[in-house]
């Protein structure tokens, strides 16, 4: 009885290995070919890093808005950048406000609605991030960043 169990597995194994078979090259069975292209280099520069935005004044409905990074720029300048989600008329740059002290800049970003723009309901699942420049009256220096929104 045993023989004919590791008869049987044997024989099985056998049959699972035939219907393996080798691979197919593709080469003279008829069978279809693929092909690849490759597109040629773009031919300009392709835009690297976040969106720029300019403070609208227009824009209503404003709401503050955490950012995801801050540092100092050249001179005077703060280079501040957050992350907007949805249509993008309703997620768009109010205005930034700052608040300097001696060992501390404030920094609040406020995003709002484009007059009359539709926002209600579902918004589209995408985000984007954005950088704006703000100009200090002082430079940064060793003072800390802090977020008006949180």
Same mark, same amino acid.
């Given at each position: 009885?045993?023989?004919?169990?590791?008869? #049987?597995? *044997?024989?099985?194994?056998?049959?699972?290995?035939?219907?393996?078979? *080798?691979?197919?090259?593709?080469?003279?069975?008829?069978?279809?070919?693929?092909? @690849?292209?490759?597109?040629?280099?773009?031919?300009? +520069?392709?835009?690297?890093?976040?969106?720029?935005? $300019?403070?609208?004044? $227009?824009?209503?409905?404003?709401?503050?808005?955490?950012?995801?990074?801050? +540092?100092?720029?050249?001179?005077?300048?703060?280079?501040?950048?957050?992350?907007?989600?949805?249509?993008?008329?309703? @997620?768009?740059?109010?205005?930034?406000?700052?608040?300097?002290?001696?060992?501390?800049?404030?920094?609040?970003?406020?995003?709002?609605?484009?007059?009359?723009?539709?926002?209600?309901?579902?918004?589209?699942?995408?985000?984007? $991030?954005?950088? $704006?420049?703000?100009?200090?009256?002082?430079?940064?220096?060793?003072?800390?960043?802090?977020? #008006?929104?949180?």
């Amino acid at each position: 009885m045993m023989r004919r169990i590791h008869a #049987g597995a *044997a024989l099985g194994l056998l049959l699972l290995l035939a219907g393996c078979g *080798a691979a197919n090259t593709g080469v003279g069975n008829g069978a279809s070919q693929v092909t @690849s292209t490759s597109l040629p280099p773009p031919t300009g +520069a392709a835009p690297i890093g976040p969106n720029r935005a $300019t403070p609208d004044p $227009t824009v209503v409905e404003l709401r503050k808005t955490r950012f995801d990074r801050a +540092a100092a720029g050249t001179g005077n300048e703060l280079v501040v950048q957050y992350t907007a989600g949805g249509r993008a008329d309703c @997620s768009k740059l109010g205005r930034v406000d700052v608040v300097e002290a001696d060992d501390a800049v404030t920094v609040t970003v406020l995003l709002g609605q484009v007059p009359g723009a539709d926002c209600g309901g579902e918004q589209p699942m995408i985000a984007a $991030t954005f950088e $704006t420049t703000v100009t200090l009256k002082a430079p940064l220096g060793s003072r800390q960043i802090r977020d #008006g929104a949180s």
